[in-house]
């Protein structure tokens, strides 16, 4: 089993709709949680951070963290044809814990106006 | 504005040539890593450095070498190119220690003939 599991997709959807992005893992010790976007042929930039179990909103996107189940999910509302990418999440230990990130291989979404 | 960069942006090369790809961070970050992008395989990491003079081997170091004589930079260098090598690489740095996530380069498309 990969330590972080994330479907490739590729998702396609209207203007407007909500978008549900989703990576499980397996490593109990995972603590930091992030999602990064990545644009066509650009490097991936920090979207969403969120420490261990929650919920954390800015604007549009809500990420999610439900530890007990090892599952990090990834909202989008009102989607816009500009939210086209693909979309990595990406983890790491606690305190003391590994400075490296594990990531899924990434979910391409296209928005369709 | 601090910044990470990766040059060259473009890359063709022979097999068997030695290639070398700077990146470079402005952020004084302690820590920095390479990574791959290949389809269907997602970010891999190949180098890391936890500060000068500090390298480690990741998943995919086999044929890459890196080393760190200062803060900023940390090239990488694939010894003897091959055409399994032909991907995108991508710099990465952090700050390192609790809470603190990677700040990624623009990416370096190499292609090994």
């Known amino acids: 089993q990969k330590e972080v599991e994330q479907d490739p997709g590729p998702l396609s959807v209207p203007e407007g709709a909500i978008v549900s992005l989703n990576c499980t893992y397996s490593n109990s010790a995972f603590q930091y949680f992030m999602w990064y976007r990545q644009y066509s042929r650009k490097g991936p930039e920090l979207l969403m951070y969120?420490?261990?179990?929650g919920n954390k909103e800015d604007g549009r996107f809500t990420a999610q963290v439900d530890k007990s189940s090892k599952y990090i999910s990834l909202f989008i509302r009102d989607s816009q044809p500009s939210d086209s990418a693909t979309y990595l999440c990406?983890?790491?230990?606690?305190?003391?814990?590994?400075?490296?990130?594990?990531f899924g291989k990434g979910t391409k979404l296209t928005v369709n106006p | 504005d601090a910044e990470i960069t990766q040059s060259p942006r473009h890359k063709i090369t022979e097999t068997g040539r030695q290639v070398t790809l700077a990146c470079h961070q402005t952020?004084?970050?302690?820590?920095m890593f390479w990574y791959r992008q290949d389809l269907g395989h997602g970010l891999r990491l190949i180098h890391y450095?936890?500060?000068?003079?500090?390298?480690n081997k990741g998943e995919v170091s086999d044929g890459y070498s890196v080393s760190r004589s200062n803060t900023e930079d940390l090239p990488l260098t694939l010894e003897s190119a091959a055409s399994s090598q032909t991907s995108v690489y991508f710099c990465a740095s952090s700050w390192g220690g609790r809470g603190e996530t990677q700040y990624f380069g623009p990416g370096t498309r190499l292609l090994v003939l």
């Open positions: 990406a983890m790491r230990g606690g305190q003391g814990g590994s400075e490296k990130l594990v």
């Open positions: 952020w004084n970050h302690n820590n």
């Open positions: 450095s936890y500060g000068v003079h500090d390298t």
């Open positions: 969120t420490y261990s179990s």
